[in-house]
């Protein structure tokens, strides 16, 4: 079975960058076909899709946060990571990793962490 695991800071402060490794087991994030993503969400909103990392370490971002997101990955530990760079409490959330079975044109999330709460704070 597929899992994805958060870990991470639950604690950022302002104008530092949020750093969150997602660790897979059960498959490889080398496999075609898959898209490893990163989802957040906030109270009171949606979920937002942060971005991606395809199997050949391609890398997908919203265009609203690109200039500050980095997606990469760590093949020998399976793991891939988010860093969000200059923290504002608006980047407050709790934030996912998946795996997006989908396309470029949708998305189809069949596997999902847990989640993990992120608080930027002072």
């Known amino acids: 079975q597929v899992q994805l695991q958060e870990s991470g800071p639950g604690l950022v402060k302002p104008s530092q960058t949020l750093s969150l490794t997602c660790t897979v087991s059960g498959g490889s994030i080398s496999t075609n076909y898959y898209y490893w993503t990163w989802i957040r969400q906030s109270p009171g909103k949606g979920l937002e899709w942060l971005g991606a990392?395809?199997?050949?370490?391609?890398?997908y971002y919203n265009p609203s946060l690109k200039s500050r997101t980095s997606i990469s990955r760590d093949t020998s530990k399976n793991q891939f990571i988010l860093q969000l760079s200059s923290a504002t409490p608006e980047d407050t959330a709790v934030y996912y990793c998946?795996?997006?079975?989908?396309?470029?044109?949708?998305?189809?999330?069949?596997?999902w962490g847990q989640g993990t709460q992120v608080t930027v704070s002072s």
């Open positions: 998946a795996r997006d079975s989908g396309s470029y044109y949708y998305t189809a999330y069949d596997y």
């Open positions: 990392i395809g199997s050949s370490g391609n890398t």
